[in-house]
Structure formats: C-alpha cells, structure tokens
C-alpha cells in the first residue's frame, strides 16, 4: 500500500509559479511510476505530466509544454511539479498518482486508470 500526500497548492496570480510536491510512503517508491493529473469544475481528470521510476522518461500535456516541469527524488521518495507561468485556465484540483511496475510505453502513463494509487489533490487557483 502506498499514501500520497500532495501539499503546494494555492493561489497564485497570472504569470506566477508555484511547485507542488508529493510525499510517497514505502519503501520502493523507485519502482512507481508517477504522474500529475488536474481535474477542474464539470471537466475530466486529464494528465499533466508523468515521470518513470528511474526519472529516465518523462510525458507532458501540450497545455503545459514548455511551463510546467516534473521530476523526483527517489531518496526523498517525493514528486514535484514545478508550474511558472501560470494561467486562469491551470486552475484546478491537481493529483498525484502512483502505478507499480514498470512501463514500457510512456502513453500508459496519461491514463488515470492505469494507476494504483492516488492522493487527495491539492487546490490551484490562478487570478487573472
């Protein structure tokens, strides 16, 4: 079993930065893939970014192309979703997610069925 735990979230002005992280329990979090995904208002959950075990492989949105940056620690056993400029429309419940074992493709990883575990999201608001 492994417990997320998301923290970073806030609200933040048009063009701004804030970087969220994600805490893993376990021992073994090198093994799990991860990923952000964002859920707003009415609108689905959809992938933000991902980032392999090993951090060898990573998976953006075009929405945040270029903005938006992931990464791990896996002596931390800890995500991070670094976000500069920021817009209105980044506003939403951000999540992080785990899934166990390897990938071979990294499309796998923009489906949020495909993981195992989940935190309990942190809130994003961007002003404009």
């Known amino acids: 079993q492994v417990q997320l735990v998301e923290s970073g979230g806030g609200l933040v002005q048009t063009g701004g930065s804030l970087r969220l992280s994600c805490a893993a329990s376990g021992r073994t979090f090198s093994s799990y893939s991860m990923g952000w995904f964002r859920q707003a208002p009415g609108k689905e959950r959809d992938i933000v970014a991902a980032?392999?075990?090993?951090?060898?492989?990573?998976y953006y949105a075009d929405s945040v192309k270029g903005r938006f940056t992931i990464s791990r620690d896996n002596a931390k056993n800890t995500v991070y979703l670094q976000m500069n400029s920021l817009k209105p429309e980044d506003t939403a419940v951000y999540y992080c997610a785990a899934r166990d074992g390897p990938v071979q493709f990294i499309v796998t990883l923009t489906i949020p069925e495909r993981y195992d575990y989940w935190g309990q999201g942190t809130q994003v608001t961007v002003s404009s």
């Open positions: 980032i392999t075990g090993s951090g060898d492989r990573t």
